[in-house]
């Protein structure tokens, strides 16, 4: 059962231009959502995350929104760059569990072409 | 230095052979993970140690055998695996099994079984 529901499955981008990405959740004790960019041939690395008392949050070029009452949040990437061309996977985790498990999404690969 | 380290980087093992992959981090971690990723897939936990302890087995096989020496060190021991089994292995460590603990990846390591 896939429990974090993440959208597109692929992007393609022009440089400059809004990289948009989705999630859905079920679980209603998520308390985290982490968001992971990965690079070919390299492990993620967490790239901005927020609690759901939070509607939104910034750092440089990428924003998280988060609406709690729908259950899902969103990753912008403002000007998108060639360098940004990455899969990239939101997650979430559950103060409940016991050993702080990440759900992650299907994954968004993006391309931002020149 | 939020650096994890991961040996070897690629490994190629038959159905019969033995063999160890080996994980360190010097952030002062006292948890540390084993995931499992497919090509094109999210990353898929594994095992959780805390405090050296095994503290999350996610129902993997037997031919699968993790080990915690001491907190800086994580080896995954293989052995009789399946070509099924061909994946990158990533090591994952954060500073305890909260759920905002952020958890820092390593590169990973590219298994093929013949």
């Known amino acids: 059962q896939q429990q974090v529901k993440q959208s597109p499955q692929s992007l393609i981008v022009q440089k400059g231009g809004i990289s948009i990405i989705n999630c859905a959740y079920e679980n209603t004790a998520f308390d985290y959502f982490p968001w992971y960019q990965q690079f070919p041939g390299k492990g993620p690395a967490l790239l901005i995350a927020?609690?759901?008392?939070?509607s939104e949050k910034k750092e440089g070029r990428f924003t998280i929104s988060f609406n709690k009452s729908a259950k899902q949040f969103s990753l912008h990437i403002m000007d998108s760059q060639p360098g940004d061309s990455a899969t990239y996977f939101c997650a979430a985790t559950d103060g409940n569990n016991a050993g702080n498990m990440l759900t992650f999404g299907g994954g968004t690969r993006l391309m931002v072409k020149p | 230095d939020t650096e994890v380290t991961q040996t070897p980087k690629h490994l190629v093992m038959g159905m019969t052979n033995k063999k160890s992959l080996k994980c360190e981090q010097h952030m002062g971690h006292r948890a540390m993970y084993w995931y499992k990723q497919k090509a094109k897939k999210p990353p898929e936990l594994m095992f959780v140690?805390?405090?050296?302890?095994?503290?999350i087995n996610e129902s993997v096989p037997s031919r699968f055998s993790p080990e915690c020496p001491n907190s800086s060190l994580l080896n995954l021991h293989l052995h009789a695996l399946q070509p099924e089994d061909s994946a990158l292995y990533l090591c994952?460590?954060?500073?305890?099994?909260?759920?905002?603990?952020?958890?820092?990846f390593g590169p990973g390591t590219r298994l093929t079984v013949l």
């Open positions: 140690y805390s405090y050296e302890k095994l503290s």
């Open positions: 927020i609690r759901p008392d939070v």
């Open positions: 994952a460590s954060s500073q305890s099994i909260g759920s905002t603990d952020t958890q820092y």
